[in-house]
């Protein structure tokens, strides 16, 4: 299947700086979902990218699908970003509609 | 974004107990919706595809006698935890497509806590 990885896999950030999340992954895709995962555990859609730029807020996400890579940016960090983030894709061939997840980057924001 | 709502959030039952969780969809329809698992400190692992009016279709190594899946209706699901055990206990979670491009959005997660 297809492979998925995240770096770094952990961060510790003040607030107020800003930070660079890279999500690789193994084949063409067809999907690529960025995620936030908030302490009590629920997925929050953050990005619906699969390839280009998006941009919303504080947050701003690129894929080059055919480098096969995607790349979070949160700018002027805040606790409440603190979480696990996650990218996640769909094959092209032979994945159906399923999603496959990423390896996952846990996020500290420190005042 | 569209909404997609999981019931209970929270559960503890004892050994050898069977435990159901809902996934609805509340504003669109869903012919197919997806089941996750998620141990601690891990990332989400598809468990199975539910799919509306058939059977659903399991990853490799999910047991399909043990978890399962009922897709009644184009707004809910199903996912029956059977004689549960305490290596069931994890994080469950669903979701849908919505929007016919692929985007999926998920419930809010069911914890299971099997004593």
């Known amino acids: 299947g297809i492979q998925v990885e995240q770096s770094p896999p952990d961060l510790i950030l003040q607030e107020g700086a800003n930070s660079t999340l890279r999500c690789n992954f193994s084949d063409s895709v067809n999907n690529l979902q960025w995620f936030h995962q908030n302490p009590w555990g629920q997925l929050i859609n953050l990005f619906y990218?699969?390839?280009g730029t998006k941009q919303n807020g504080r947050l701003s996400a690129t894929t080059v699908a055919t480098e096969r890579y995607s790349l979070l940016y949160i700018s002027s960090s805040q606790t409440t970003d603190s979480g696990v983030y996650f990218c996640?894709?769909?094959?092209?061939?032979?994945?159906?509609?399923?999603?496959?997840f990423g390896t996952g980057t846990q996020l500290k924001v420190e005042l | 974004g569209a909404v997609v709502s999981q019931h209970p959030s929270w559960v503890i039952c004892k050994s050898g107990t069977s435990v159901k969780i809902e996934c609805r969809s509340l504003?669109?329809?869903?012919?197919?919706m997806f089941w996750y698992r998620q141990f601690p400190k891990q990332s989400l692992m598809l468990m199975a595809t539910?799919?509306?009016?058939?059977?659903?279709?399991?990853e490799q190594g999910v047991e399909k006698d043990k978890f399962l899946i009922n897709h009644a209706s184009l707004t809910l699901s199903t996912l029956t935890v059977t004689s549960a055990h305490p290596e069931d206990s994890s994080f469950y979670i669903c979701?849908?497509?919505?929007?016919?491009?692929?985007?999926?959005?998920f419930g809010e997660g069911s914890r299971l806590t099997v004593l």
């Open positions: 990218i699969p390839s």
């Open positions: 979701s849908a497509e919505a929007t016919g491009n692929g985007e999926l959005f």
């Open positions: 504003d669109f329809q869903a012919t197919t």
């Open positions: 539910s799919n509306e009016g058939s059977k659903a279709t399991y």
């Open positions: 996640a894709v769909r094959r092209v061939t032979g994945g159906g509609n399923k999603l496959t």
